[in-house]
């Protein structure tokens, strides 16, 4: 495989994750707690896209802790994701290794974008401009000629967006990059904006001139794993931080 595309996950073998070094008392305590409240969130069956919840679920934890940078925040809580991955009795032994990896692919940029989401979100609400952020959730969209064409707008837009190299993180990128573009179109319900932004990365990933089949089939596979939870919880992280700002949270 060239330099676009990445390379089937090779699973390692499982190796005992500990927390940290190099913590303080009270960032050890925070972690240790952070682990508590995640364990109490991982729930039979546990699916690939549960990371997604996982990580959201940190950040909230984490979001009012002041003592801490950004950077720091994300490292504990994809550690501690990892952690939970490796102690939980809810997953087989031999998914966790795999789970492991697919936190170490997708967290970082799944992290970055969840909490960029959310700062723009509430920047738009300080500066009271006008944003609709619609729950995703609801009946099947229904298929429109109005609809077919905000999906070739969009494949127009993530088209600029998608070039060398293609790495699997840059899959959540792309998601966030295409909830954002779609929120223009206020006429069309949640449902409606998760079902075009999902069609148009698959659309644009299976047109693509410089992908072979078999590197198609894998980023697909990720569009197909990640990117419904991923808008999810971009849109919900945006709707509580807008709302928040609003009434004047800080």
Do not use: W
Request: with cysteine; glycine share 6%; charged share 30%.
């Amino acid at each position: 495989m060239s330099e676009h595309v990445p390379t089937q996950i090779q699973v390692p073998d499982l190796i005992d994750i500990v927390p940290p070094a190099g913590l303080t008392e009270e960032q050890r305590q925070l972690y240790d707690n952070m682990v508590q409240y995640m364990k109490l969130k991982i729930q039979r069956p546990f699916t690939a896209s549960k990371i997604i919840m996982l990580v959201a679920n940190g950040i909230k934890f984490l979001g009012k802790v002041k003592t801490l940078s950004g950077s720091q925040k994300k490292d504990l809580v994809l550690h501690a994701l990892r952690e939970v991955i490796q102690r939980s009795s809810y997953i087989q032994d031999y998914e966790k290794p795999g789970l492991i990896i697919l936190v170490d692919t997708f967290g970082d940029s799944l992290t970055d974008n969840l909490v960029e989401f959310a700062e723009n979100a509430y920047a738009f609400a300080k500066k009271k401009a006008p944003i609709t952020l619609r729950c995703c959730a609801g009946s099947e969209p229904e298929t429109s000629r109005e609809t077919l064409g905000n999906l070739e707008e969009l494949k127009a837009y993530l088209k600029l967006k998608f070039q060398r190299p293609i790495t699997a993180p840059k899959i959540i990128s792309l998601v966030a990059d295409g909830v954002k573009y779609i929120e223009q179109y206020r006429e069309l319900s949640g449902a409606e904006k998760k079902d075009i932004v999902i069609r148009a990365l698959r659309d644009i990933i299976q047109e693509c001139d410089f992908l072979s089949d078999g590197d198609k089939a894998e980023l697909i596979g990720y569009v197909d794993m990640f990117a419904s939870d991923t808008i999810d919880y971009l849109v919900e992280f945006g709707k509580k931080l807008y709302l928040k700002a609003k009434k004047g949270c800080c």
